[in-house]
């Protein structure tokens, strides 16, 4: 996707300088903007028709493209960075008092000997193909392991995003509704005090009361195969509470501020100015053109729950995807942290394009950029 | 500016962040016991000779917290201070240079900023040897990225206004323009923007200690001591509780002087996410 349809771009400015972001991540040279040029004026190619005829797809089909580059050059990154980065891991596998043969030996198991450009395409056509290799540590399969709990993550950021997304969005029009008054001044005050909270506070506050205090949670929230339903729901209640804590305040803040951005807009002037409620102003002229900003301020708090849940995973001892990988970080063992590493980026790449692309489809005037 | 517009909130924010310093420049004044002395039973209830009562391994809790402190704001200021360096020179250099190197930083930046803050830490630490300039390194570059994207677009927001115009058609010189035209014109939002960065490292630090890869024991750092008293949670012992609620006070008071300042700079508006 990346290569294939950029043969022909329209010689629009927005083109030239999305063809050159692109080019400049994966290879590191900006593209030849000239040349560009030069083949939007042929014309007539599959990729210039299908711009044309198809405007809203190309766009889509540009911004997943984007995605796609990111991710390979994150790939290249996490990679390359930790082959660039000093430290020998067989000697930190064994310590400092291994002989140099035990050291050469667990070099050639672990495959450290062959060449990195060697090591890094089969580590990257394994992760294609979802085989991230055997762990160091445990000798198991990276796959498997992160099968399992990456079901489990996903379950607690689900539950989590269901309950904070309307709660958010709920209150940032509350504020709104009450700008500069005292229910506003309130909520960003307790939005402030929220967002400095570190997780892992809220989280152990929330098990010293609901958990030790009253007893009415359980901790820690294990949870296993052929559980019930219901258990589970009760066991992942304070995680849930505690993410929801979290990434709470940040939504309803950008919510605030998003849709404050369309009420201090001209119509919205007007509006109140013919003498409409506010409500009414709220429902019919700001909302249908905040849902974009709104959405796009969802989606981008759905790729912050994602990292989120690495601290909230560890401070009730689920086991997720987040544990997984600090456990992996402590004893160093590289094909987990790399594997964990790619699938966390993935996910927040991939939320923010969903972003970008639920705000064009949502506010027709992107587009069309200048 | 006047001292009398500033608001409750933003006296409240200036107390609490001076009784932190002021702990954590007199150390060893205010602190009843040692750093790392034992003094007593494992999980001591509050009260008593022990204020705060002790620690997992009957350490004073307060005297901890207190040396803590010293700990965390300095690991913390100095990422801060070192990425605000580090963030401004390149991103001035971007919007004064342009062409090439400017694409060459800002697309490298979105390369960084793609990848969750977190995410990238973990993968970096778990590479490097456990040092303490190699953990406040790491936090700087990466929090870097952020003051890079506002840093060059305040330069060049501001480059282009016209009283930067009127100054060089007047005849001054760069150094004048830099340092009486545009600096003073960006100095509310980059003192926001770098409170942001400062609750922000304070947090990050927290977390990255919390996890076990940030400051290493027994020096005390108040992310670090909410790890080694995690288990006594589970028993109803609020230790951990203790040095968790200095954080958060801690970092509440930095970003309740910083919406103070962002509210006076609100026309110029800068970016408040941090995942």
């Given at each position: 996707?990346?290569?294939?349809?950029?043969?022909?771009?329209?010689?629009?400015?927005?083109?030239?300088?999305?063809?050159?972001?692109?080019?400049?991540?994966?290879?590191?040279?900006?593209?030849?903007?000239?040349?560009?040029?030069?083949?939007?004026?042929?014309?007539?190619?599959?990729?210039?028709?299908?711009?044309?005829?198809?405007?809203?797809?190309?766009?889509?089909?540009?911004?997943?493209?984007?995605?796609?580059?990111?991710?390979?050059?994150?790939?290249?990154?996490?990679?390359?960075?930790?082959?660039?980065?000093?430290?020998?891991?067989?000697?930190?596998?064994?310590?400092?008092?291994?002989?140099?043969?035990?050291?050469?030996?667990?070099?050639?198991?672990?495959?450290?000997?062959?060449?990195?450009?060697?090591?890094?395409?089969?580590?990257?056509?394994?992760?294609?193909?979802?085989?991230?290799?055997?762990?160091?540590?445990?000798?198991?399969?990276?796959?498997?392991?992160?099968?399992?709990?990456?079901?489990?993550?996903?379950?607690?950021?689900?539950?989590?995003?269901?309950?904070?997304?309307?709660?958010?969005?709920?209150?940032?029009?509350?504020a709104v509704q009450f700008r500069n008054r005292m229910p506003d001044k309130i909520i960003n005050v307790i939005s402030l005090a929220a967002?400095?909270?570190?997780?892992?506070?809220?989280?152990?506050?929330?098990?010293?009361?609901?958990?030790?205090?009253?007893?009415?949670?359980?901790?820690?929230?294990?949870?296993?195969?052929?559980?019930?339903?219901?258990?589970?729901?009760?066991?992942?209640?304070?995680?849930?509470?505690?993410?929801?804590?979290?990434?709470?305040?940040?939504m309803m803040r950008m919510t605030r501020a998003a849709i404050l951005n369309v009420m201090s807009s001209a119509y919205v002037e007007t509006?109140?100015?013919?003498?409409?409620?506010?409500?009414?102003?709220?429902?019919?002229?700001?909302?249908?053109?905040?849902?974009?900003?709104?959405?796009?301020?969802?989606?981008?708090?759905?790729?912050?729950?994602?990292?989120?849940?690495?601290?909230?995973?560890?401070?009730?001892?689920?086991?997720?995807?987040?544990?997984?990988?600090?456990?992996?970080?402590?004893?160093?063992?590289?094909?987990?942290?790399?594997?964990?590493?790619?699938?966390?980026?993935?996910?927040?790449?991939?939320?923010?394009?969903?972003?970008?692309?639920?705000?064009?489809?949502?506010?027709?005037?992107?587009?069309?950029?200048? | 500016?006047?001292?009398?517009?500033?608001?409750?909130?933003?006296?409240?924010?200036?107390?609490?962040?001076?009784?932190?310093?002021?702990?954590?420049?007199?150390?060893?004044?205010?602190?009843?016991?040692?750093?790392?002395?034992?003094?007593?039973?494992?999980?001591?209830?509050?009260?008593?000779?022990?204020?705060?009562?002790?620690?997992?391994?009957?350490?004073?809790?307060?005297?901890?917290?207190?040396?803590?402190?010293?700990?965390?704001?300095?690991?913390?200021?100095?990422?801060?201070?070192?990425?605000?360096?580090?963030?401004?020179?390149?991103?001035?250099?971007?919007?004064?240079?342009?062409?090439?190197?400017?694409?060459?930083?800002?697309?490298?930046?979105?390369?960084?900023?793609?990848?969750?803050?977190?995410?990238?830490?973990?993968?970096?630490?778990?590479?490097?040897?456990?040092?303490?300039?190699?953990?406040?390194?790491?936090?700087?570059?990466?929090?870097?990225?952020?003051?890079?994207?506002?840093?060059?677009?305040?330069?060049?927001?501001?480059?282009?206004?016209?009283?930067?115009?009127?100054?060089?058609?007047?005849?001054?010189?760069?150094?004048?323009?830099?340092?009486?035209?545009?600096?003073?014109?960006?100095?509310?939002?980059?003192?926001?923007?770098?409170?942001?960065?400062?609750?922000?490292?304070?947090?990050?630090?927290?977390?990255?200690?919390?996890?076990?890869?940030?400051?290493?024991?027994?020096?005390?750092?108040?992310?670090?001591?909410?790890?080694?008293?995690?288990?006594?949670?589970?028993?109803?012992?609020?230790?951990?509780?203790?040095?968790?609620?200095?954080?958060?006070?801690?970092?509440?008071?930095?970003?309740?002087?910083?919406?103070?300042?962002?509210?006076?700079?609100?026309?110029l508006k800068g970016g408040r996410g941090d995942a």
């Amino acid at each position: 996707m990346t290569s294939g349809p950029m043969a022909g771009p329209v010689p629009t400015d927005e083109t030239a300088r999305e063809i050159d972001a692109r080019s400049t991540d994966l290879s590191g040279v900006p593209a030849n903007p000239t040349a560009a040029v030069a083949m939007g004026d042929i014309g007539g190619t599959f990729w210039r028709r299908f711009v044309f005829r198809r405007p809203l797809a190309a766009l889509i089909l540009k911004r997943l493209g984007l995605s796609v580059g990111l991710l390979f050059a994150v790939s290249l990154m996490i990679s390359g960075g930790i082959e660039a980065l000093p430290g020998d891991f067989a000697t930190t596998y064994l310590g400092q008092s291994a002989t140099p043969q035990a050291v050469e030996n667990i070099r050639r198991d672990l495959g450290l000997d062959r060449p990195w450009s060697e090591r890094y395409l089969s580590w990257l056509g394994g992760a294609v193909t979802g085989d991230f290799g055997t762990s160091w540590a445990s000798k198991q399969s990276v796959s498997e392991q992160i099968g399992k709990r990456l079901g489990n993550s996903l379950f607690l950021a689900f539950f989590a995003a269901l309950v904070s997304v309307p709660l958010a969005v709920g209150l940032g029009m509350v504020a709104v509704q009450f700008r500069n008054r005292m229910p506003d001044k309130i909520i960003n005050v307790i939005s402030l005090a929220a967002i400095s909270l570190p997780e892992f506070f809220v989280g152990y506050l929330l098990i010293m009361v609901f958990a030790v205090e009253w007893g009415v949670a359980t901790f820690p929230a294990t949870v296993y195969d052929g559980m019930a339903f219901t258990d589970r729901l009760s066991a992942i209640a304070l995680p849930v509470a505690t993410l929801v804590l979290v990434v709470l305040a940040h939504m309803m803040r950008m919510t605030r501020a998003a849709i404050l951005n369309v009420m201090s807009s001209a119509y919205v002037e007007t509006a109140e100015l013919k003498g409409l409620s506010t409500f009414r102003i709220i429902a019919r002229h700001a909302a249908p053109n905040a849902v974009a900003p709104v959405i796009n301020v969802v989606a981008l708090n759905l790729a912050y729950l994602v990292v989120g849940v690495v601290v909230v995973e560890v401070v009730f001892v689920y086991p997720g995807m987040g544990q997984y990988m600090v456990d992996a970080v402590t004893v160093r063992d590289m094909p987990v942290v790399q594997a964990c590493g790619l699938i966390f980026a993935a996910f927040y790449i991939f939320l923010n394009m969903a972003a970008d692309i639920l705000a064009i489809l949502a506010n027709p005037r992107l587009r069309h950029p200048r | 500016m006047n001292v009398k517009s500033i608001p409750i909130s933003a006296w409240v924010g200036i107390a609490g962040i001076a009784i932190a310093i002021l702990c954590a420049a007199f150390a060893p004044f205010l602190a009843p016991f040692g750093e790392r002395e034992i003094v007593g039973e494992i999980w001591m209830p509050a009260g008593g000779e022990f204020l705060l009562g002790t620690d997992n391994l009957g350490r004073d809790l307060l005297s901890r917290l207190i040396y803590g402190a010293r700990t965390t704001i300095l690991v913390a200021l100095a990422a801060t201070v070192l990425s605000f360096a580090l963030g401004m020179v390149l991103s001035f250099a971007a919007a004064v240079m342009g062409g090439f190197v400017d694409q060459l930083f800002s697309r490298f930046n979105d390369l960084m900023m793609a990848i969750p803050t977190l995410i990238f830490a973990l993968v970096v630490l778990a590479v490097l040897p456990q040092h303490l300039w190699i953990l406040i390194l790491v936090m700087a570059v990466l929090d870097s990225t952020r003051v890079f994207r506002i840093g060059r677009a305040v330069a060049l927001d501001v480059a282009v206004m016209e009283f930067v115009e009127a100054a060089r058609l007047r005849g001054e010189g760069s150094i004048w323009i830099i340092f009486r035209e545009i600096l003073p014109n960006t100095l509310s939002p980059l003192l926001a923007e770098f409170g942001l960065r400062f609750a922000f490292s304070i947090l990050f630090l927290s977390t990255l200690s919390f996890l076990g890869l940030g400051i290493q024991p027994p020096a005390a750092d108040w992310g670090g001591m909410v790890k080694d008293n995690k288990d006594g949670i589970i028993f109803g012992i609020s230790a951990a509780l203790v040095p968790g609620a200095a954080i958060a006070m801690l970092a509440i008071c930095v970003n309740l002087v910083v919406d103070w300042l962002m509210k006076r700079t609100s026309s110029l508006k800068g970016g408040r996410g941090d995942a």
